[in-house]
């Protein structure tokens, strides 16, 4: 029988190491209210889901976005040795164009780093982070957050280096077009089409390839940018909404609240200072 473990106190960044060398679980079943990163350093750990067991080790990073169950731990077939860095954290509002991992199980990221280099970098980056945290000084938690977010930018650099990344090339033609295209009409027929797929076949392969389907895919790009007009823009969200392509304003708040937890226009009052004269 596995217990709930209670998760941080919420707030911008809770960062630090564990090590583990027995069998431990750590098991939230409702998730928690934050993000949380983990960054393999040594040993094997296990992450446990209903479509089948996710295994962490060298050079791998996890995502688990906020609500999503954590069933986390050594696994039972081995001896016991883990050691992760990790990272519960609020996001900044413009770094959902960061967190566009790649989701192997269903609300579960996975980001396997490239090479040793970079894998150095994201370490010392980490490490950082977690002396910040220590401090009792001004400013050391919006340091930390720093850190992070340089953590953030470099995987997503490598996630959309397209063209090395060992994608299908079809599919990366059809990622170049919706990340062009995202504010069009865009349906299954023009992209398979452009694949020279039938639609059936491109969405295997698509879903494959960046573990989504092309629809969810071109609604994150699409929601991606809608953050940023919110919060660094005063377009009113009516206009957001056909800049972006949804059909209806009842549709674009539905689905961005899906991602976000939030409404457009409390997204935009938390983004930005105060300011009447951002219309609704």
Not at 254 to 273: C, G, Q, S, V
Request: proline fraction near 5%.
């Amino acid at each position: 029988m596995r217990h709930n473990v209670p998760p941080p106190p919420l707030r911008d960044i809770t960062v630090g190491h564990f090590s583990l060398n027995k069998a431990y679980t750590c098991y939230r079943e409702e998730g928690t209210q934050d993000w949380q990163l983990l960054i393999h350093h040594k040993g094997k750990g296990v992450f446990h889901h209903p479509d089948g067991d996710l295994f962490m080790e060298d050079l791998e990073c996890v995502l688990l976005p906020p609500r999503v169950a954590h069933d986390y731990g050594i696994p039972d077939s081995e001896e016991g040795y883990w050691a992760a860095y990790w990272a519960h954290f609020i996001p900044r509002p413009h770094w959902l164009t960061f967190l566009q991992w790649s989701e192997v199980r269903d609300g579960l990221f996975n980001f396997k780093i490239p090479n040793q280099k970079l894998y150095k970098l994201i370490i010392n980056l980490i490490q950082e982070a977690v002396e910040l945290a220590k401090e009792e000084i001004a400013f050391s938690e919006q340091l930390a957050m720093n850190r992070l977010e340089e953590i953030l930018i470099h995987i997503a650099r490598v996630q959309q280096d397209l063209e090395h990344s060992g994608l299908d090339q079809r599919i990366v033609g059809a990622v170049r077009y919706i990340q062009e295209n995202y504010s069009r009409s865009i349906n299954l027929a023009i992209l398979s089409a452009r694949a020279s797929l039938s639609e059936a076949a491109f969405c295997r392969l698509f879903k494959k390839e960046m573990g989504k389907s092309p629809i969810n895919y071109l609604e994150h790009i699409r929601i991606t940018h809608a953050c940023h007009f919110l919060s660094t823009t005063t377009h009113s969200i009516k206009d957001i909404t056909f800049m972006l392509g949804f059909s209806s304003k009842s549709h674009f708040c539905a689905r961005f609240k899906k991602y976000n937890n939030m409404t457009p226009l409390e997204y935009r009052r938390n983004a930005l200072p105060l300011d009447n004269s951002l219309e609704a």
